[in-house]
Structures are given as structure tokens and as C-alpha cells.
């Protein structure tokens, strides 16, 4: 029964070890995600800059009021794709604080299985340690019987 309840033990945890692997993947891939949210979103904010340089250099230039207005226009349009891709950001974030959250709960597991394997290894051990040592003790005893005969 003791190798039934260890076999069942390495079963499982053979299934956890691939969880945790599974597990690693995934945030593995939140992580990339945030990255690359992260680069355009701090691209947008270095080409916001650059065209508030032009518009600065522009307006002391000399502009019409058409040209002035469609800057404005333009930065409305991009301050949009600015806040759009910093929810991209936040919501790539809170993936990876999942995806994490996951991952530590797969490690967990996976070392509880094998907490439970090396006891039951130990038990197993002890058992056939008794085992072994009863044989020695009878056949002590039995040595000792027949000398004695």
C-alpha cells in the first residue's frame, strides 16, 4: 500500500512539475508583454515631446492659426494613444501579478508533493529497516537454536 500511496505521490507530482513549468511560460510571457508595452508607451511619450519641440520652435518661427490648430488637433489625438496605451501598460502589469501569483502557487504545490515523496521515502525506509532487522534477529535466533541442539 505504501508503494500504491508513493506512486500516486509521484504521479502528482510529476503533474504539479509540469504546472510550475506551464506556470513559468505564462509569466514569462506577461513579463515580455509589459516590456513591450512599456517600450511603446514610452515611445509615445518621447515623440509627445519632440513634436511639443517642434510646435515650441514653430510658434516662436511665426505660425497661422490653421497650422496652430491642427497641432493641438494632433496633440488631442496623441495624448488619446498616450492614456490608450498606458491601460495597455496597467493591464499587462496586473497580468504579470497573476501570472505570478500562479506561478508561486504552482512552486508551492510542487514542493508539497515532494515533501510528502520524502517522507514517504523515510517511512518506506524505516519499514524496510524493521523488515531487514526481524530477519537478522530470527535468524540469530536460529543460529543460536541449532547450536544449542
Not at 507530482?13 to 514610452?42: G, H, P, Y
Not at 496605451?85 to 506561478?103: C, F, G, I, M, N
Amino acid at each position: 500500500m505504501a508503494t500504491q500511496s508513493n506512486h500516486v505521490l509521484k504521479m502528482l507530482d510529476e503533474i504539479a512539475a509540469k504546472e510550475v513549468e506551464l506556470a513559468t511560460e505564462a509569466l514569462a510571457r506577461a513579463m515580455k508583454e509589459v516590456n513591450e508595452a512599456q517600450s511603446k508607451f514610452d515611445m509615445l511619450i518621447d515623440y509627445r515631446k519632440g513634436y511639443l519641440d517642434s510646435l515650441s520652435t514653430s510658434l516662436a518661427k511665426g505660425m497661422n492659426a490653421e497650422t496652430y490648430q491642427n497641432f493641438q488637433n494632433f496633440l488631442k489625438k496623441l495624448d488619446h494613444a498616450i492614456a490608450g496605451q498606458k491601460d495597455v501598460v496597467t493591464y499587462a502589469e496586473q497580468h504579470v501579478k497573476v501570472s505570478r501569483e500562479l506561478w508561486q502557487e504552482s512552486q508551492r504545490k510542487k514542493l508539497s508533493y515532494d515533501v510528502l515523496i520524502e517522507r514517504s521515502d523515510k517511512r518506506a525506509s524505516k519499514v524496510e529497516q524493521k523488515k531487514d532487522q526481524k530477519m537478522m534477529d530470527e535468524f540469530a535466533t536460529r543460529i543460536t537454536r541449532n547450536r544449542q541442539h
